[in-house]
């Protein structure tokens, strides 16, 4: 529930604040690849994994800038491990240690997009629990050989990767499918770049403030009914 909170209030966000970035696809599943049978304290191990936008494809257009693995101990420390990109697009490897004993949540962060803060759950010592993912459909894509393993989709997965994973659009679109602009799409455009950029923030830090909220209450929900 609180993956699904962060991740739909970026992606209102990205909608409110961004247009370009919205229109792009301003947000990303991470995808982890098969973890370790066991994990113990202060043992090094490799985890890869994949930053793919709408959970489907690697990211198109734009950098991501550094991409970081996060492990949150149950006190709220986050340890931060940079990543290394591999030589397949969107996949990516990070060396973690971690460092005592604990239940421990494995997120991820970059520059670019929405970050994905519960990838799974880390008993140390013990075992990784994938977490299932929000998303119920994703986009076709020709993966190849080397493709993610996609984790399970919970029972109230909701979220669907718009349009899919279209071609590249040609820099000189043909003729035959040019659209000659008219004087009620040019008052369209015109009404909407009148839009006060301030009322654009405002309602963007709302929306957030929002979900932050919710989240909030159902952690600390979650919290009181555990005690």
């Not at 977490?131 to 997965?157: I, L, T």
Request: proline share 11%; glycine share 10%.
């Amino acid at each position: 529930m609180r993956k699904r909170l962060v991740l739909l209030s970026t992606m209102l966000a990205a909608v409110l604040l961004s247009p370009a970035t919205a229109h792009a696809g301003g947000w990303t599943e991470t995808v982890l690849d098969p973890p370790p049978e066991r994990v113990e304290p202060a043992v090094t191990y490799t985890f890869g994994f994949w930053v793919l936008q709408h959970g489907s494809y690697p990211i198109r257009g734009g950098d991501l800038g550094p991409v970081t693995l996060t492990a949150t101990d149950e006190d709220g420390a986050v340890l931060r491990f940079p990543a290394t990109a591999a030589a397949t697009r969107g996949h990516y490897a990070a060396e973690v240690v971690f460092p005592h004993a604990g239940v421990w949540t494995v997120g991820t962060e970059h520059g670019m997009l929405a970050n994905d803060v519960d990838v799974a759950r880390v008993t140390v010592p013990g075992g990784v629990e994938v977490s299932p993912s929000d998303m119920a459909q994703r986009a076709p894509y020709d993966w190849g050989p080397v493709r993610p393993s996609f984790p399970p989709s919970a029972p109230d997965a909701a979220l669907a990767a718009p349009g899919g994973h279209a071609p590249p659009i040609s820099a000189e679109p043909a003729a035959e499918h040019a659209v000659a602009p008219s004087p009620a799409m040019d008052e369209a455009v015109e009404e909407a770049v009148e839009l006060p950029v301030g009322l654009v923030v405002a309602l963007g830090l709302g929306t957030v403030g929002l979900a932050v909220w919710v989240g909030r209450r159902h952690v600390r929900a979650n919290r009181a009914h555990r005690g």
